[in-house]
T-cell receptor
């Protein structure tokens, strides 16, 4: 069975702190994609990153970075120097080969306080 | 520029009164999806179209139907809304592949449905 776990339901940090959102996934497939989406209060899901299961290189995009480790089936997301505008629900998701679903984790609500 | 557009943003309907939500896209993507998202939950896939091929999720109630008259538009019809159908409905699109499931999905802003 495929599953995505985001153990942190809610996180609160003060502006400028670094914060890491955890994502652990389960699948028996060797080919898959992992995603992170941001859902601000407005409701729209905003695509942040897609990672291929064969590419374990970490990625940095501005204040965002992602750590993909197949050995622990984790795809963690770090925001450096957080800002109030980062406040949102963040979803990790798993996409599987043909015929399978696009599986979302339960989401982590991040609150960045001024 | 909006790429996935959903109208209206808020929809109020009465218990049992049919309602239609609409989605359009300017990305020319083959695949269009409808998700239901209830408060503090992850989006739940209802169904998707790969071109004109309709794919229903096993646990999607019969009360939910969809139409895709052309590449750009997709509709969600709720035949007899119940109080439990109040939720955010998200439309998404992705480029076509053999499955349509491995490609990045781009979401619209959602329509929040209220059932009175």
């Amino acid at each position: 069975a495929q599953k995505v776990t985001q153990a942190q339901t809610e996180i609160s940090v003060v502006e400028k702190e670094d914060v890491t959102l955890d994502c652990v996934y389960e699948t028996r497939d060797t080919t898959y994609y992992l995603f992170w989406y941001k859902q601000p209060p407005s409701g729209e899901l905003v695509f942040l990153i897609r990672r291929n299961s064969f590419d374990e290189q970490n990625e940095i995009s501005g204040r965002y970075s992602w750590n993909f480790q197949k050995s622990t089936s984790s795809f963690n997301f770090t925001i450096t120097a957080s800002q109030v505008v980062d406040s949102a629900v963040y979803f990790c998701a798993l996409s599987l080969p043909e015929g399978q679903n696009f599986v979302f984790g339960p989401g982590t609500r991040l609150s960045v306080l001024p | 520029d909006a790429m996935v557009i959903q109208n209206p943003r808020y929809q109020v309907t009465q218990f049992g009164k049919p309602v239609t939500l609409s989605c359009s896209q300017t990305l020319n993507h083959n695949v269009m999806y409808w998700y239901q998202q209830k408060s503090s939950q992850a989006p739940k896939l209802l169904f998707h179209y790969y071109d004109k091929d309709f794919n229903n999720e096993a646990d999607t109630p019969d009360n939910f139907q969809s139409r895709r008259p052309n590449t750009s538009f997709c509709f969600l019809d709720i035949r007899s809304p119940g109080l439990g159908d109040a939720a955010m409905y998200l439309c998404a699109t992705s480029a076509g592949s053999a499955s349509g499931m491995r490609e990045t999905q781009y979401f619209g802003p959602g329509t929040r449905l209220l059932v009175l």
